[in-house]
């Protein structure tokens, strides 16, 4: 997906990206950690001490990924995905279930983060993986082209 960090799990669609903007990727922290693991510098419970309300939310309704744990090597990653902004009121700080739910979001609000964590349901590693600004502060206008298009659809 274009755009798209290289670690970060979205269910896919031009829509859902419409409404996205600056997109950080925590992948290069995220090795840091991990060197620093395997070097001795940290030990894995400075690394694995994921919060059992995280690791609840990764198991019931996290997005497996499509790699194995970085600390267990086991196939129980998840990704959980939070959403935080003042203008969200009492949605602040909960984690986006149903899947999409974020989307909703950006049509009915103008700005809020969504934070994406990587969590390992066996050995409670977590990092997080990547940030952006959703919202509908972040529809793309249309272009000349687009409008072309869906002139020429509808005809
Ligand atoms: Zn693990």
């Given at each position: 997906m274009p755009g798209a960090a290289p670690g970060l799990v979205l269910s896919s669609g031009p829509l859902k990206m419409?409404?996205?903007?600056g997109l950080i990727d925590y992948t290069l922290a995220k090795r840091a950690v991990l060197d620093s693991f395997r070097r001795g510098g940290l030990d894995r419970l400075d690394i694995c001490d994921a919060h059992p309300e995280l690791l609840r939310a990764a198991k019931n309704i996290g997005v497996a990924v499509p790699h194995p744990c970085p600390?267990?090597?086991?196939?129980?990653l998840r990704q959980v995905r939070y959403v935080y902004g003042?203008?969200?009121?009492?949605?602040?700080?909960?984690?986006?279930?149903?899947?999409?739910w974020e989307l909703a979001l950006s049509k009915q609000h103008d700005e809020f983060r969504c934070y994406t964590i990587e969590v390992c349901t066996e050995c409670s590693w977590n990092h997080l993986t990547a940030c952006c600004l959703m919202g509908r502060r972040y529809k793309p206008r249309q272009t000349p082209q687009t409008r072309a298009r869906r002139g020429a659809k509808l005809s």
């Amino acid at each position: 997906m274009p755009g798209a960090a290289p670690g970060l799990v979205l269910s896919s669609g031009p829509l859902k990206m419409a409404y996205v903007r600056g997109l950080i990727d925590y992948t290069l922290a995220k090795r840091a950690v991990l060197d620093s693991f395997r070097r001795g510098g940290l030990d894995r419970l400075d690394i694995c001490d994921a919060h059992p309300e995280l690791l609840r939310a990764a198991k019931n309704i996290g997005v497996a990924v499509p790699h194995p744990c970085p600390v267990c090597a086991k196939e129980s990653l998840r990704q959980v995905r939070y959403v935080y902004g003042d203008q969200l009121k009492h949605l602040s700080g909960r984690p986006v279930y149903p899947e999409n739910w974020e989307l909703a979001l950006s049509k009915q609000h103008d700005e809020f983060r969504c934070y994406t964590i990587e969590v390992c349901t066996e050995c409670s590693w977590n990092h997080l993986t990547a940030c952006c600004l959703m919202g509908r502060r972040y529809k793309p206008r249309q272009t000349p082209q687009t409008r072309a298009r869906r002139g020429a659809k509808l005809s």
